[in-house]
């Protein structure tokens, strides 16, 4: 047991760690707002909340260069600072969706699934000339076919692959490496 919490002690993952769970906790207010006002908090509405990750990342970042760190932050810890804390937000808040939409109120999840019908059969005669009636039959069949249980999976993947380029950004932003071996003192 003492070793399992020697792994955890490393300041590296307990910024990360803390970080990420409080992005999952406001991604999560962020789409508890969205309900309360009426829109419908799923699909492209809630990608707005890239915004809060970024914001965490930075955050993160920032507090590791300066209270651990000492003044510098290399781009590798950055990195991984950034991808650590977006997977774990991302992970903590599929999981508050997923229980919102399976406890609280499932007709989130069945008005996502008819806003995302209607999209595509607006854009029925486009997507048939680019991809094929094949594909599009069987896009449309996934998105009926989708179970509450993969909007986990949904919003880490989707998280991933939108953060990218924020936290290369914030990475390259914020590092600060000490040069001085560089340097000769003599």
């Not at 989707?158 to 990475?171: E, F, W």
Request: charged content about 15%; glycine content about 8%; overall charge positive.
């Amino acid at each position: 047991m003492k070793s399992i919490l020697a792994y955890f002690d490393k300041p590296l993952l307990k910024v990360s760690l803390v970080f990420g769970f409080i992005t999952g906790i406001l991604a999560f207010a962020f789409f508890l707002g969205l309900y309360a006002i009426g829109i419908v908090p799923l699909g492209n509405n809630k990608v707005m909340d890239i915004g809060i990750h970024a914001i965490m990342i930075a955050g993160a970042c920032w507090y590791f260069r300066k209270k651990i760190g000492n003044g510098f932050l290399h781009l590798w810890e950055a990195l991984t600072i950034g991808y650590a804390v977006n997977t774990i937000g991302a992970f903590i808040n599929g999981w508050l969706i997923y229980l919102f939409i399976t406890y609280i109120d499932p007709s989130v999840f069945t008005n996502y699934l008819q806003e995302m019908g209607a999209l595509l059969q607006q854009g029925k005669a486009e997507l048939v000339k680019n991809i094929g009636n094949a594909e599009y039959l069987k896009m449309y069949a996934s998105i009926q076919a989708m179970e509450t249980s993969e909007i986990i999976t949904d919003e880490i993947s989707k998280k991933t692959v939108m953060a990218i380029i924020p936290i290369l950004i914030i990475a390259l932003i914020l590092r600060k490496q000490d040069y001085g071996v560089f340097h000769n003192k003599s």
